[in-house]
T-cell receptor
Framework: EADIYQTPRYLVIGTGKKITLECSQTMGHDKMYWYQQDPGMELHLIHYSYGVNSTEKGDLSSESTVSRIRTEHFPLTLESARPSHTSQYLC???????????FGSGTRLTVV | QKEVEQNSGPLSVPEGAIASLNCTYSDRGSQSFFWYRQYSGKSPELIMSIYSNGDKEDGRFTAQLNKASQYVSLLIRDSQPSDSATYLCAVINFNKFYFGSGTKLNVKP
């Protein structure tokens, strides 16, 4: 049973559109993360947050932005989608270093 | 040098055999270690965590940690076709989480 929810599950959108990928968790976790993963490839951290009003860029350069106004909500926004943004986006949360991550089901984004 | 290294595979084992997956990490200060299973097109799922040297067993899965040699392994006993997936090793070091690139396991009926 998932306690971290991502919407939409699939999204096909035209170049230049603004999109927001939603991520919410009901576990009260302070730490939340966004990863990008192409099929068969490794995970790349693009953003993370350790609490409300705290956001940091990850290891992979990304044109996306994030916000953390509420503990349970960590949306990711692309101001102007491009075909190079086509990928799977995975949200995760953690209750601390000892507990690992819980991942959402992911959003598969296709920009045409 | 990557923080976490895994052989990409694929590792092929017959049904019922033991599958052995290995992972090495670069920083001796790493504190917590995890194995995730990822089916094609799905998100990673946590299957094992280990924090101290030795073995930890959970059903058909055994995680092994050797901090002196800086490796973590996952043994899957009585492998089933449903175990076919990519297995990701993950390590926490000073509040940062590092994933390996994953090992693809194929269990053949």
């Amino acid at each position: 049973e998932a306690d971290i929810y991502q919407t939409p599950r699939y999204l096909v959108i035209g170049t230049g559109k603004k999109i927001t990928l939603e991520c919410s968790q009901t576990m009260g976790h302070d730490k939340m993360y966004w990863y990008q993963q192409d099929p068969g490839m490794e995970l790349h951290l693009i953003h993370y947050s350790y609490g409300v009003n705290s956001t940091e860029k990850g290891d992979l350069s990304s044109e996306s932005t994030v916000s953390r106004i509420r503990t349970e909500h960590f949306p990711l926004t692309l101001e102007s989608a491009r075909p190079s943004h086509t990928s799977q986006y995975l949200c995760a949360s953690s209750d601390g270093d000892h507990y690992g991550y819980t991942f959402g089901s992911g959003t598969r984004l296709t920009v045409v | 040098q990557k923080e976490v290294e895994q052989n990409s595979g694929p590792l092929s084992v017959p049904e019922g055999a033991i599958a052995s997956l290995n992972c090495t990490y670069s920083d001796r200060g790493s504190q917590s270690f995890f194995w995730y299973r990822q089916y094609s097109g799905k998100s990673p799922e946590l299957i094992m965590s280990i924090y101290s040297n030795g073995d930890k067993e959970d059903g058909r899965f055994t995680a092994q940690l050797n901090k002196a040699s800086q490796y973590v392994s996952l043994l899957i006993r009585d492998s089933q076709p449903s175990d076919s997936a990519t297995y990701l090793c993950a390590v926490i070091n000073f509040n940062k989480f590092y994933f390996g690139s994953g090992t693809k396991l194929n269990v053949k009926p």
